[in-house]
């Protein structure tokens, strides 16, 4: 049992990280919101960059939250597995 939740958490904090990244990425170019993948990024990363840049300002024109976002992710994950191994 404790493998199939290591697995899960593994997989969860690996597809958010990529969904951040891409939603980084996604903002250097100027593609509208109408794109449905692009909405799904927006809607899946959403929920976890808001309350990061309630509390973390933008520098100038750049936005830290998908770094601070990232780098919580890595700590659940590492924090998960090792409990569970």
Do not use: C, H
């Amino acid at each position: 049992m404790k493998a199939v939740l290591a697995n899960f958490i593994f997989y969860l904090t690996t597809a958010l990280y990529v969904a951040i990244l891409v939603r980084a990425i996604l903002s250097w170019f100027p593609i509208g919101g109408n794109n449905p993948v692009v909405a799904f990024i927006y809607q899946v990363t959403e929920p976890i960059l808001a309350p990061i840049r309630r509390v973390l300002p933008r520098i100038g024109f750049i936005d830290l939250s998908p770094l601070v976002a990232i780098l919580i992710l890595v700590l659940i994950q590492r924090v998960a597995l090792a409990l569970l191994s």
